[in-house]
Each structure stands twice: as C-alpha cells, then as structure tokens.
Nanobody, 115 residues
Framework: VQLVESGGGLVQAGGSLRLSCAAS????????MGWYRQAPGKQRELVAD???????NYADSVKGRFTISRDNAKNTVYLQMNSLKPEDTAVYYC??????????WGQGTQVTVSS
C-alpha cells in the first residue's frame, strides 16, 4: 500500500494550497480517506475525512476554509486549503481506512504559512 502526498509548501497567510494524495495497493473507492496534521510539539489531529460515499467531516478549526474531495477514477484524495493561517503550519498526512483493516499513512507533506 502506498499513499503519496504532494502539494505542500510555503505560503503567506491568506493564501491557498491544494494537497493531493495518490493511493495504490488498496481498493480506493471503498476506503474512507482522511487528512491529518501534526505541528511541532503537538499530537496528530484530524483535519478532514471523507467516506466512500462522499460524506465529509471537518475539524472546527478548518470549517469553511478547507474542502476535502476524492476522485475514485484517479485513486486520489484532495485537500483544498484557503484562507490559510500561521496556525495551519504542520506536516499533513494522508490516511486510508477500511473497517477491520489497518490504517495506512502517507509520508507527509510540509505546509508552512508565514504571517
């Protein structure tokens, strides 16, 4: 199983980034997919997730600014991040989960928001 994130980088506050996560080795369409982040000295936290049926869930801190979506034909999940804030700075991880199976994680992509 491979989850490969891309799209991270350095952006000014108020800017936007779009993260992508390409999955292989799983039946993508039946997996719930999620984005988590971990800032230095903090625990990893859920940012957003999307079920196989397309239902979405967001952390309160990103509601109205971030949008998660998936393209089952491309085995890819996206995270559109708008109105970025310095507190969004973290390593962002892609996650795949199907009940009864282990969670799978990507290697992470760094997002840095400057003030």
């Amino acid at each position: 199983v491979q989850l490969v994130e891309s799209g991270g980088g350095l952006v000014q506050a108020g800017g936007s980034l779009r993260l992508s996560c390409a999955a292989s080795g799983i039946i993508f369409s039946i997996n719930a997919m999620g984005w988590y982040r971990q800032a230095p000295g903090k625990q990893r936290e859920l940012v957003a997730d999307i079920t196989s049926g397309g239902s979405t869930n967001y952390a309160d801190s990103v509601k109205g600014r971030f949008t998660i979506s998936r393209d089952n034909a491309k085995n890819t999940v996206y995270l559109q991040m708008n109105s970025l804030k310095p507190e969004d700075t973290a390593v962002y991880y892609c996650n795949a989960h199907f009940p009864g199976f282990p969670h799978y994680w990507g290697q992470g992509t760094q997002v840095t928001v400057s003030s």
